[in-house]
């Protein structure tokens, strides 16, 4: 068994337009730096392929809409080749895995009518519901995602998840993209408490970010004890990044990566192409390895010391969602949810990549036994026509699983919708009964 099996693909045939920061060179001089040092060479490091995501494995968490063929092939690879970083290690091929592919996924939510933030399909997502899959639907999954950018995406899908604790790290997101990701989103009425967001004000360097690592991330860890452990990986915190405002460094990534340990890393943002990504990933890589990350810095420019101030002011956010975590069981859901079957939220969602706008209406059973299943409406400047769907959570109880097969029937009878969905995680569209 290996250390580390990385799995590379840099998408020669997608990018949003050739000078565009989502482009092949984001990975090209990565693995240009890699090769360099000679890290393909290293017995705790093996190089492995990606593959194709098959349309069950996707339609598991998706819903897209019009259909799944508008999905471009570089991101059934990207969504692909994070599967095949997690049977890896599954599989007992490597002890960690490292899938540095593009295009990334995390602002992807469960509907998808086009691409948000270059993400179309949420490849960290699609990767937990394989694991899941697998293992079985009582397996424990925790995504920490270290990206510049609220992970909003991964939010959604999970916002009412028991089996998958939520942790981002970002920018506050009052003055940056996708201008999500507050202490106050905490999830839904069936997993209030895991979704935790811990938003950094601009300027935060290594000192902010790792001290949130300890102070908060590292204890909520050992207290919710994850079976699996999810970094998604972006890179958009460096000092050099063109479209952030943050100061990490990548000896900071490192030791955070150190410090995490995770099971499997994803690769997110990152735009500092030759500045950053190429330094960080060897630093990462070697971090994960177990191997000595001391001698790795950028060529150019240098970190400023993070500010007192700062400092100061995410030691008051630690703070506050450290409580948050501590007390999360003691919260009365029905002041939270109301008290009646359903509860019901309304989104308008941004597609700021295609230019396209979702309208979107929710209703979450309120159940005592399950985390309760949804009904979903939506439509968009794309798909004008309204869509339905019907979704059950991966350990239903009977009651919810016969009321949601009662509700798919009877919206699919009516036939004023475009398409009316069933999505049943665990079993696929034939656990519908006849």
């Not at 490091?45 to 996707?58: G, N, Q, V």
């Not at 697998?134 to 999970?158: C, M, N, S, W, Y």
């Amino acid at each position: 068994m290996t250390e580390v099996g990385l799995v590379f693909f840099p998408a020669f045939d997608w990018a949003i337009s050739p000078d565009h920061p989502e482009r092949q060179e984001r990975l090209l001089y990565t693995r240009d730096q890699i090769q360099e040092e000679g890290l393909f060479d290293h017995p705790a490091i093996r190089e492995y392929r990606p593959r194709l995501a098959s349309d069950e494995e996707i339609l598991r968490t998706h819903v897209v809409l019009p259909s799944l063929e508008t999905v471009t092939e570089s991101h059934r690879i990207a969504a692909g080749g994070t599967i095949a970083a997690a049977d890896l290690v599954l599989d007992g091929l490597a002890k960690r895995s490292f899938a540095l592919l593009r295009p990334p996924g995390h602002h992807a939510n469960r509907f998808v009518h086009g691409s948000r933030g270059f993400c179309t399909l949420n490849n960290e997502a699609i990767m937990v519901d394989h694991l899941r899959s697998r293992l079985g639907p009582d397996v424990k999954i925790a995504i920490v995602d270290t990206d510049a950018h609220h992970g909003d995406g991964t939010q959604d899908i999970f916002y009412n998840d028991p089996g998958v604790l939520h942790i981002s790290l970002h920018q506050d997101g009052r003055t940056l993209y996708p201008g999500t990701g507050f202490i106050t989103e905490r999830g839904g009425p069936g997993a209030y408490g895991q979704t935790v967001n811990i938003p950094l004000p601009p300027g935060t360097g290594d000192e902010g970010m790792l001290l949130a690592m300890e102070r908060v991330v590292l204890p909520i860890l050992r207290d919710w004890q994850p079976d699996w452990i999810i970094n998604a990986a972006g890179q958009d915190n460096h000092f050099s990044d063109p479209i952030t405002n943050m100061g990490f460094s990548a000896q900071g990534y490192a030791r955070l990566t150190e410090m995490l340990r995770p099971d499997i890393v994803v690769l997110e943002g990152g735009y500092s192409i030759e500045s950053a990504l190429p330094y960080i990933n060897v630093g990462l890589l070697l971090a994960l390895a177990g191997l000595d990350y001391s001698k790795v810095q950028e060529p150019h420019g240098r970190r400023e010391p993070q500010p007192r101030a700062i400092t100061d002011q995410v030691a008051r956010i630690c703070g506050e969602v450290a409580e948050l975590w501590e007390r999360r069981s003691e919260e009365d859901l029905g002041k939270v949810f109301g008290e009646a079957e359903f509860f019901e939220r309304r989104r308008q969602i941004y597609y700021d990549t295609d230019n396209i706008y979702e309208s979107q209406q929710e209703y979450i059973r309120l159940c005592r036994a399950c985390p309760g299943w949804r009904a979903v409406y939506t439509q968009s400047t794309r798909v004008r026509q309204v869509a339905a769907a019907v979704l059950l959570p991966w350990k239903p109880c009977p009651s919810c699983r016969q009321e949601a097969e009662g509700q798919y029937r009877q919206l699919a009878a009516e036939g004023r919708f475009q398409q009316v969905v069933w999505q049943d995680p665990a079993r696929g569209r034939e656990s519908l009964k006849e």
